[in-house]
């Protein structure tokens, strides 16, 4: 269901919809009455970006990507909830936010490319598992830590839990940046940066991620048959300059799933160039 419109009504797949505004949106009514607000801009058969840890639509890679591809395809981003314009309902579950890419795909009329980054990647790959309508799935740097030569990146999550439940939410944003990488004294320079208030805003819905991906950071090798379901078409990708572990995690993604393909973008890390994954997602989504 859509609210009052906002922006153009969402088209059916297959057909040419009318362009979105960029900037305005309308929302969808997830299946537990939250409603999750979106955007779409350009032409051609619907994509669903998923975005990771602290983003939204104004917030993030997402929206840069989206005017990318725009070019060729009905592009939506959405405010995962509790994020940007979004509600939000406790207590939370990942088949919540499941539910959400549920009701954004049947706004693109049932059927959607999905691409999803981060822990988004993850989320997108268990919407693939269990929705219909998933066409093709596009993923980047899904977090895995499948062997002992990772991070313990299992661990951060119970001191997120913890900073969060005490209303700390600098330090929640603080430990998880810590535990992606980023530098001590980057995370201090940031902390002075109108950037920081932009992060903190979305620093209780740091656990949400952390529900979703903890359970594949243990240094463990993928559950076998997890995702047997997702036959789609899928693009599992990352970077060449990204960590070892954050490649072997995905490679061995790529293997787990049973129609997938792995692709080493050669000079990237974590945060790709639009340009780079724009060209390579439009080839994937095209065929």
């Known amino acids: 269901m859509t609210t009052p419109a906002t922006s153009s009504p969402l088209g ?57 591809l725009a070019e060729r395809f009905s592009v939506i981003t959405y405010d995962r909830r509790g994020r940007g314009d979004s509600g939000d309902r406790r207590p939370y579950s990942v088949e919540h936010e499941v539910d959400d890419i549920e009701a954004l795909l049947r706004e693109a009329g049932g059927a959607a490319g999905v691409w999803g980054t981060s822990s988004g990647a993850v989320l997108a ?11 093709r799935l596009a993923l980047h740097e ?12 299992a661990e951060q999550w119970d001191d997120i839990d913890a900073a969060i439940a005490a209303n700390r939410r600098g330090e929640a944003v603080s430990r998880f940046l810590r535990g992606v ?22 620093a209780h819905t740091l656990p949400y ?12 090798g993928l559950p076998a048959g997890r995702w047997s379901s997702v036959t789609a078409p899928a693009l599992v990708m990352a970077g060449g300059r990204s960590p070892e572990w954050m490649q072997r995690g995905n490679r061995a993604l790529a293997d787990a799933l049973p129609n997938a393909r792995f692709r080493l ?14 060209s390579i997602l439009e080839e994937f989504f095209g065929r």
Request: hydrophobic residues 40%; contains cysteine.
């Open 265 to 278: 973008l050669e000079g990237q890390t974590h945060t790709v160039k639009p340009k780079v994954l724009g």
């Open 181 to 202: 990488g980023v530098p001590r004294f980057v995370v201090g320079v940031m902390r002075l940066t109108p950037l920081w208030a932009k992060l903190k805003a979305a």
């Open 209 to 220: 991620d952390g529900r979703i991906v903890r359970a594949y950071q243990r240094g463990k």
């Open 12 to 68: 059916v797949h297959g057909q040419t919809p009318a362009p979105a505004v960029p900037g305005k949106s309308a929302s969808v009514e997830s299946a537990d009455g939250t409603p999750i607000a979106f955007s779409r801009i350009g032409r051609g058969d619907p994509v669903i970006l998923v975005d990771g840890a602290l983003c939204w639509r104004g917030m993030g890679p997402s929206q840069k990507l989206a005017e990318r």
């Open 125 to 135: 790959l268990e919407a693939a598992a269990r929705l219909r309508g998933v066409t």
């Open 142 to 153: 899904a977090p895995l830590v499948v062997d002992t030569q990772g991070p313990p990146a």
